[in-house]
């Protein structure tokens, strides 16, 4: 956010400007770090790195103490999916995402759930990278969707995308330009009690990978291996990790009108999460 009260973009830009376009030495290249992300928990804060995911990450294992076959079913009409819910402040649909989500400790027939205390060391950690799944699961439809949720369970008041003014007309865009409020965003009036970090996706059919489909064999198990999407987000220490796997993402994916069982090893669930 060009606007916002400590960015330094606007500075960093006209730099990179004066240097490629002026041939300034002014140094942009050199003492600019390649990444710069805003902290989720302190918007005042800039965590800089040479590259993304930064260096020195490692893989945290998500513990799955579990044995035997669970299985939901996918079935978008028994969520609370409303196609005209455009209530939230990030994305989406709140009320589908919240019925899947909360409570923490109930688990839904369309869903599987399961909620750790990590075993993180310190008021903080970072998760920078991209989070891994895999998991083996069986279907008893010809074709479906897998989709897979991190998520920061914990009473907070979290950083929104709602904005408030700081200093009116306080930036200045350059020379005989207009002039922009300084900005910060707003935090939650009241505590909420979760907040996603990631989550991914994969089509059932892309057994053997994301270009070409098979037909899925009502009863047989495929492994299934997929990304979430590439995030950057501290994670408080006294709050609870939640891994849900569920079918059709409503906000991200194919609406399906198909209700489908799935079978799921619990056993084979290996969640890797990149970790500072």
């Not at 209530?87 to 923490?104: T, V």
Request: overall charge negative.
């Amino acid at each position: 956010m060009y606007n916002h009260e400590t960015s330094d973009v606007l500075d960093i830009m006209h730099r990179w400007l004066d240097y490629h376009l002026y041939g300034m030495d002014n140094g942009v290249l050199e003492d600019v770090a390649n990444v710069i992300v805003q902290n989720n928990l302190n918007q005042n804060v800039w965590i800089e790195s040479d590259g993304f995911p930064p260096e020195g990450n490692v893989m945290y294992k998500f513990p799955v103490a579990m044995d035997g076959i669970k299985e939901f079913v996918d079935n978008i009409e028994i969520t609370n999916f409303e196609v005209d819910d455009q209530k939230s402040d990030i994305k989406g649909n709140i009320a589908w995402r919240e019925e899947l989500i909360l409570p923490m400790d109930e688990e839904k027939p369309h869903e599987i759930k399961i909620v750790v205390a990590p075993e993180f060391e310190g008021g903080t950690k970072r998760i920078s990278g991209t989070v891994k799944i895999s998991f083996e699961a069986a279907l008893d439809k010809e074709t479906g969707i897998l989709s897979a949720m991190l998520v920061d369970y914990g009473l907070d008041k979290r950083i929104t995308l709602k904005e408030e003014v700081v200093k009116e007309k306080g930036r200045v865009w350059g020379r005989n330009t207009e002039t922009a409020d300084i900005v910060k965003f707003k935090y939650e009036e009241e505590s909420s009690e979760y907040r996603i970090i990631s989550r991914g996706w994969i089509n059932a059919q892309n057994v053997n990978n994301n270009y070409s489909k098979v037909a899925l064999v009502d009863g047989e198990y495929n492994a299934y291996s997929f990304d979430m999407i590439p995030t950057d987000y501290t994670f408080k220490c006294n709050h609870k990790l939640g891994l849900i796997i569920y079918g059709t993402d409503p906000e991200e994916t194919v609406r399906r009108t198909k209700t489908t069982k799935v079978m799921v090893k619990l056993n084979t669930i290996d969640v890797n999460i990149p970790v500072v």
